[in-house]
């Protein structure tokens, strides 16, 4: 199994930027494909951004697209989410989602293991 952990949450102006980290333990992040959600107060979790186990291929939500950048460090064992020009809407906790089958869903479903999630809080 693997373990995850996100880090890099925290409050942030709008416009402003952040970028989350996922380390994963346990076994090596190259071996799964990697997503990244978020659950707003009262809402439903999201998908936001997913890569793939190599890092040569991503997909991203169409309200994050130009804003996110997903990418990879198989070396480090770790997933990060670049996110800028951030809104408020975009307040939630992130969480990273790891998938055994290496695909690139959205769904969150079929993400097997799951960190304990970030807050991230952006200021109007």
């Known amino acids: 199994q693997v373990q995850l952990e996100e880090s890099g949450g925290g409050l942030v102006q709008a416009e402003g930027s952040l970028r989350l980290s996922c380390a994963a333990s346990?076994?090596?992040?190259?071996?799964?494909?990697v997503g990244w959600f978020r659950q707003a107060p009262g809402k439903e979790r999201e998908f936001v951004a997913v890569?793939?186990?190599?890092?040569?291929?991503?997909h991203s939500a169409n309200s994050v697209k130009g804003r996110f950048t997903i990418s990879r460090d198989n070396a480090k064992n770790t997933v990060y989410l670049q996110m800028n020009s951030l809104k408020a809407d975009d307040t939630a906790v992130y969480y990273c989602?790891?998938?055994?089958?290496?695909?690139?869903?959205?769904?969150?479903?079929?993400?097997?293991?799951w960190g304990q999630g970030t807050q991230v809080t952006v200021s109007s």
């Open positions: 346990g076994r090596t992040l190259s071996s799964y494909s």
């Open positions: 890569i793939s186990r190599s890092g040569d291929s991503t």
């Open positions: 989602a790891a998938d055994t089958g290496g695909r690139l869903l959205t769904a969150s479903q079929v993400y097997s293991y």
